[in-house]
Nanobody
Framework: MQLQACGGGLVQAGGSLRLSCAAP???????????MAWYRQAPGKERELVAS???????KYGDAAKGRFTISRVNAKKTVYLQMNSLKPDDTAVYYC??????????WGKGTLVTVSS
């Protein structure tokens, strides 16, 4: 599944951004049957889970995202979103979209850079 992430940019601390990840070439049933997630990787750090949403819309959040970020999906648009509020400089990272199809095949998007200034 080809994933296209966008929405990153430069924002001041305390601000908000919404990331989008679309799978325009995916057929509806493949996207709707996939578990989706956002990961991030900051310079010098390992990639970490930010948030995930299953095909049944069950969500899970990494500790850094709890209470500030919200993951959602609109299957009709074949898109998953990450709404990020109260951003902190520590949220600065490249954010990657991830998908796991019903048959276990995994896909990664190219990443979108989020920079939070203090």
């Amino acid at each position: 599944m080809q994933l296209q992430a966008c929405g990153g940019g430069l924002v001041q601390a305390g601000g908000s951004l919404r990331l989008s990840c679309a799978a325009p070439r995916s057929i509806f049933s493949t996207f709707s049957g996939s578990d989706m997630a956002w990961y991030r990787q900051a310079p010098g750090k390992e990639r970490e889970l930010v948030a995930s949403i299953t095909r049944n819309h069950n969500t899970k959040y990494g500790d850094a995202a709890k209470g500030r970020f919200t993951i959602s999906r609109v299957n009709a648009k074949k898109t998953v979103y990450l709404q990020m509020n109260s951003l902190k400089p520590d949220d600065t990272a490249v954010y990657y979209c991830y998908a796991e199809r019903f048959d276990g095949v995994e896909s990664w998007g190219k990443g979108t850079l989020v920079t939070v200034s203090s």
